[in-house]
């Protein structure tokens, strides 16, 4: 069966800090990653997507980046977090590339508090 | 632009007392139509994927509907171990893999 690890599960930094995100999944390969934020009014908005290593796309500006330096792995980054990156961060994957109505499963989040 | 309007947007029900949320949406050819459950300080968890109107999808006490212009999740005779946030998001044809249009979720508590 396939799973998803996202780390760590809650951090709180300064303003001005670094961030790094992390997801993993495995039981399966080249997945279809996306990163989601969740807000406090309970929404999720995409922030990116990857179809494979090194294809990344942007949903929305932000001071956020995403990077996929292998087939399994996602990583969410900022050189300098401000304090509207708070929020509830989500990697997800799905198992097909053609853009069906094929299922998106989620990680377990990430609690970002930004100080 | 896709929306998704979950309604409503908090319920209370007695433990065993039946009930629906709503879903309403429009998009542009409709790819699938997503639930989800999320409990707090969680990740959202799968429930159904329904394609087309008419179709129905069961899972224990939850039931799942669509037709073309909302979709509905009967919850029938409901324990307190289903109180959970319920996200519904929609995917339109020829979007982005993976961009699914969220609504805001209907919290349901259920109170033994």
């Known amino acids: 069966s396939q799973t998803i690890h996202q780390w760590p599960a809650t951090l709180v930094q300064p303003v001005g800090s670094p961030l790094s995100l992390e997801c993993t999944v495995e039981?399966?390969?080249?997945?279809?990653l996306y990163w989601y934020r969740q807000a406090a009014g309970r929404g999720l908005q995409l922030l990116f997507y990857?179809?494979?290593?090194?294809?990344i796309s942007s949903e929305v500006p932000q001071n956020l980046s995403a990077s996929r330096p292998q087939d399994r792995q996602f990583i969410l980054s900022s050189k300098k977090l401000l304090l509207s990156d708070s929020g509830f961060y989500l990697c997800?994957?799905?198992?097909?590339?053609?853009?069906?109505?094929?299922?998106?499963?989620f990680g377990e989040g990430s609690w970002l508090t930004v100080v | 632009e896709d929306q998704v309007t979950q309604s409503p947007e908090a319920l209370r029900l007695q433990e065993g007392e039946s009930s629906s949320l709503n879903c309403s949406y429009t998009?542009?050819?409709?790819?699938?139509l997503f639930w989800y459950r999320q409990d707090p300080g969680k990740g959202p968890e799968f429930l159904f994927t329904?394609?087309?109107a008419g179709e129905e999808k069961e899972k224990e006490r939850l039931k799942a509907t669509l037709t073309k212009k909302e979709s509905f999740l009967h919850i029938t005779a409901p324990k307190p171990e289903d109180s959970a946030t319920y996200l519904c998001?929609?995917?339109?044809?020829?979007?982005?893999?993976?961009?699914?249009?969220f609504g805001q979720g209907t919290i349901l508590t259920v109170h033994p």
């Open positions: 997800a994957w799905s198992r097909f590339r053609d853009g069906s109505g094929n299922t998106i499963y």
């Open positions: 039981g399966t390969s080249n997945p279809n």
């Open positions: 990857s179809i494979g290593i090194d294809q």
């Open positions: 998009v542009s050819g409709l790819r699938g």
């Open positions: 329904l394609y087309s």
């Open positions: 998001a929609v995917r339109a044809g020829g979007t982005s893999y993976g961009k699914l249009t």
